[in-house]
């Protein structure tokens, strides 16, 4: 069982950054793609990002692409996602996801490809 920790969240002006970090354990973190999801108030949670697990791959929802980078640390069994240019509607829970899969250069969008979940953390972009 893997088990996945957020953290990093916070408030934060527009325009401004962030670093989200997820923590990995109880698996082999080199074996996961990875993916960031958030939910806002109100809204459905959404894809963000995803980067595969050799990190030759990676997809943004277009929302975000410029602005959020998403990079993996195998050997610390981490995923970090760096977020500038900070806009109101970022604000959201965010999520880091694992999907199970061979194949080294899939970076899934979708929620049921991900097997497992961290609880998340917040976002708020507010001035």
């Known amino acids: 069982q893997v088990q996945l920790v957020e953290s990093g969240g916070g408030l934060v002006q527009p325009g401004g950054s962030l670093r989200l970090s997820c923590a990995a354990s109880g698996g082999i973190f080199s074996s996961y793609p990875m993916g960031w999801f958030r939910q806002a108030p109100g809204k459905e949670r959404e894809f963000v990002v995803a980067i595969s697990r050799n990190s030759a791959n990676t997809s943004y929802t277009d929302s975000v692409k410029g602005r959020l980078t998403i990079s993996r640390d195998n050997a610390k069994n981490s995923v970090s996602l760096q977020m500038s240019n900070l806009k109101p509607e970022d604000t959201a829970v965010y999520y880091c996801?694992?999907?199970?899969?061979?194949?080294?250069?899939?970076?899934?969008?979708?929620?049921?490809?991900?097997?497992?979940w961290g609880q998340g953390t917040q976002v708020t972009v507010s001035s």
């Open positions: 996801a694992a999907a199970v899969s061979t194949n080294y250069y899939y970076a899934p969008r979708l929620e049921y490809q991900y097997t497992y």
